[in-house]
């Protein structure tokens, strides 16, 4: 039962342009939703987060935006750089400081 | 302030052997959450504790998985007898009980476990 969606399993993208990760998710009961970058042989780190009565959330070059009817979620990167190339994974929580459900996470490549 | 510890880093065991992971989260939080991630997959979560009681263990295959949290702080994850699909990367978190920043969870390095 997978709640949590990422279909596109990598994203190759120029330095200096937008990348898009997206995610989709079938429990309307999710109050907040997580954004987590992955290094290897790291573990996963906070990147940004959205609660469910917002659309959008910005930090520096980091934007999350939430579309409740659609169940859909995207991270925006702008402009991208080679240091953001990592696997990014999703997550939902159902209520504030419960247990997180991960997506299966994107691939992003940043090219210089 | 120190991150999530873990260890140890790497183990290689047989199949049908026993394994033990060791995690200290960060000081103060109550909440500790063992993850397994197979490769190509995301973290899924094994078990929750908050302060040393289980809160949700649903997914933890308890015939073989064990963990525990003495005292409330530190936990292990134990894994007797092991199959070969429990290789995997075995994360622990930890986050604060309320307040700012208690829906984040931090993560340790994760123990990477191949069982052969």
């Known amino acids: 039962d997978q709640q949590v969606k990422q279909n596109s399993p990598s994203l190759s993208v120029q330095e200096g342009r937008i990348s898009i990760l997206n995610c989709d998710y079938t429990?309307?009961?999710?109050?907040?939703f997580l954004w987590y970058k992955k290094y290897p042989a790291e573990g996963p780190t906070f990147l940004i987060s959205i609660s469910s009565i917002k659309d959008k959330n910005e930090d520096g070059r980091f934007t999350v935006f939430l579309n409740k009817s659609a169940k859909h979620l995207s991270l925006h990167i702008v402009p991208s750089q080679p240091g953001d190339s990592a696997v990014y994974f999703c997550a939902a929580q159902r209520e504030y400081g419960n247990k997180l459900v991960f997506g299966a996470g994107t691939i992003l490549r940043v090219k210089s | 302030e120190a991150g999530v510890a873990q260890s140890p880093r790497y183990k290689i065991i047989e199949k049908r052997q026993s394994v033990a992971f060791w995690c200290n989260p960060i000081?103060?939080?109550?909440?500790l959450y063992w993850y397994q991630q197979i490769l190509g997959q995301g973290p899924k979560l094994l078990i929750q504790f908050q302060n040393n009681g289980v809160v949700d263990d649903s997914q933890l295959p308890k015939d073989r998985f064990s963990a525990e949290r003495l005292k409330g702080v530190d936990s292990t994850l134990k894994i007797q007898p092991a199959k070969l699909e429990d290789s995997a990367v075995y994360l622990c978190?930890?986050?604060?009980?309320?307040?700012?920043?208690?829906?984040?969870?931090?993560f340790g390095a994760g123990s990477r476990l191949t069982v052969l």
């Open positions: 429990n309307s009961m999710f109050d907040y």
């Open positions: 000081s103060g939080h109550a909440t």
């Open positions: 978190a930890s986050s604060p009980e309320a307040g700012a920043g208690a829906n984040v969870l931090t």
